[in-house]
């Protein structure tokens, strides 16, 4: 215990409530993105957006907060680090009451990384998934190639957090003083009193109404933009019926225009069965399939079905690996049937979407 006189309110309530639903939101973040699921893709979502809307009041208290608050409060020069560092190896004890200069580091550190997962992260739900704010402008390209990213940062996150917890163990014991309970109660122990510069409320209210106004009404209108490259029309009916007799009607974008040519014009021996169909039909279903085919669309399974090779879908790397981890036997349930059956697992498959949120695998 330290037996230092005086006690100083460090951290106000605000910078303790964003302390402790930050934590509560990166740790639902980190178990939805890491442990669950495909289909709690929402929940990931909602714990994003609310990371983002916490570090949007962060960036404005760090200007208007009370003293310790304030970003200017630690922010410490390379040199004033590297000098902390070496006083505590020569074992001195240094004290202070807001961050130490290692501390800050790892502050900064970490609100600037989940900056980066929060901005990679809309990238990949808007181009990848085609969902969010971003759907309307980022290609799946980038969503797919910032995904790597995403999951990079994710594992630096989980890296910084460990330090953190780390530096605060060790700087408790260094200290005497603990320093998840300051952070409940908001007090520091301190040799000498001292008077904290309190809070510009005026400036904070402004600033946050002005930074939700304007990145809310953004956001808003940005997610309102429809998806770009994302089939919105129903099935034709002439394809649903004749092409949906036998099996689903496969969406036109789960095939490139080369592989749909090959199956259109050899009806007749169509995997193992005779699906012939008068010539003025062939037709007219190439052409449909054509002008919808993969090429046309930018979503996931447009892209990842888009090669010529293998003609099934099934037969596809992507499909293969997607889809290894489910039991063969769940293939052969009533509800189910067959690998080709997309529709008993995904909600949106003749819609063409396979939204990771639509995935479900029916209950015996
Ligand atoms: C007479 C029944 C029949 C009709 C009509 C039919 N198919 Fe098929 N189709 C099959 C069978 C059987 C398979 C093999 C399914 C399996 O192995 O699970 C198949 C498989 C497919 C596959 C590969 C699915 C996979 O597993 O990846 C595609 C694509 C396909 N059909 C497209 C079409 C299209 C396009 C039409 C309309 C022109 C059509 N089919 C009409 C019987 C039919
Ligand atoms: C028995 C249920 C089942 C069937 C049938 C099935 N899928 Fe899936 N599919 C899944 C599951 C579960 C996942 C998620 C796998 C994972 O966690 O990576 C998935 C993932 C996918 C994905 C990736 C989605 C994403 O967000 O990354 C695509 C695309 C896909 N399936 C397409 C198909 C197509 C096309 C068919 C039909 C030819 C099909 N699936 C049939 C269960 C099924």
């Known amino acids: 215990m330290s037996d230092l006189p005086h006690r100083v309110p460090v951290w106000d309530l605000p910078l303790r409530l964003f302390h402790w639903m930050l934590l509560t939101s990166v740790v639902a973040a980190a178990i939805s993105g890491f442990l669950l699921p495909l289909n709690w893709l929402n929940l990931h979502v909602i714990a994003g957006t609310a990371i983002i ?21 630690f922010l410490f020069l390379p040199r004033t680090v590297l000098a ?6 020569r074992g001195e004890t240094p004290h202070y009451l807001g961050h130490n200069p290692v501390g800050s580091v790892m502050i900064f550190a970490l609100l600037t990384v989940l900056a980066l997962l929060a901005i990679t992260g809309t990238i990949v739900l808007g181009g990848a998934e085609k969902q969010g704010v971003l759907k309307a402008i980022v290609s799946y390209a980038t969503g797919s ?14 890296a910084l957090v460990l330090g ?3 530096g605060i163990i060790f700087e408790s014991r260094r200290s005497g003083i603990n320093l998840a309970r300051s952070m409940v109660n908001g007090d520091k122990p301190s040799p000498v009193p001292q008077s904290i510069a309190p809070p510009r409320i005026g400036a904070a209210v402004a600033g946050v109404v002005a930074v ?3 990145g809310g009404s953004a956001a808003y209108a940005m997610w309102r933009l429809p998806a770009a490259g994302v089939p919105h029309d129903a099935l034709a009916s002439a394809y649903a019926k004749q092409c949906g ?29 005779d699906a012939s169909l008068p010539d003025a039909e062939v037709q007219q279903l190439s052409d449909y399939l054509a002008q919808n085919a993969a090429e046309r669309w930018d979503t996931r399974a447009a892209n990842v079905f888009r090669g010529p090779e293998p003609l ?21 349930t009533k509800k ?9 697992c995904h909600g949106d498959a003749r819609a063409g979407l396979f939204n990771a949120q639509a995935i479900n695998i029916p209950k015996e």
């Open 312 to 332: 099934r879908i099934t037969d596809t790397n992507f499909w293969k690996r997607r889809h290894a981890g489910i039991d063969a036997a769940v293939f052969q």
């Open 53 to 73: 809307v916490l570090l949007l009041f962060r960036l404005v208290w760090g200007f208007t907060g009370s003293g310790f608050s304030r970003f200017s409060s």
């Open 245 to 273: 007799d036998c099996h689903i009607p496969f969406h036109p974008s789960l095939r490139g225009r080369a592989a749909w040519s090959e199956i259109m014009t050899s009806l007749d021996d169509h995997f193992g069965e």
């Open 84 to 89: 902390h560092v070496q006083a505590l190896r």
């Open 336 to 344: 189910v049937g067959t690998k080709s059956n997309c529709e008993a």
């Open 212 to 214: 939700f106004l304007l």
């Open 145 to 158: 190639f910032t995904r790597e990213l995403h999951e990079l940062l994710a594992y630096g996150l989980l």
């Open 164 to 166: 953190h917890v780390a």
